[in-house]
């Protein structure tokens, strides 16, 4: 049990920092705003 959560922790990981440069360059860009990230978060 213990081993499957190791598991898929270490899997979510290496999803995330494999998204993490694309969407960097992304918001660098401008591609991508965070406004709205910031007025979800500000009404929460």
């Known amino acids: ?5 190791i598991v898929s922790g270490s899997s979510q990981l290496r999803k995330l920092r ?5 969407l ?3 918001l660098l860009t401008g591609k991508r705003r ?3 990230l910031l007025e979800a978060e ?3």
Do not use: E, G, R
Not at 1 to 5: A, G, L, R
């Open 34 to 36: 965070v406004t709205p």
């Open 1 to 5: 049990m213990v081993d499957s959560h």
């Open 18 to 22: 494999s998204l993490k440069p694309a």
């Open 24 to 26: 960097m360059q992304d």
């Open 42 to 44: 500000a009404v929460q």
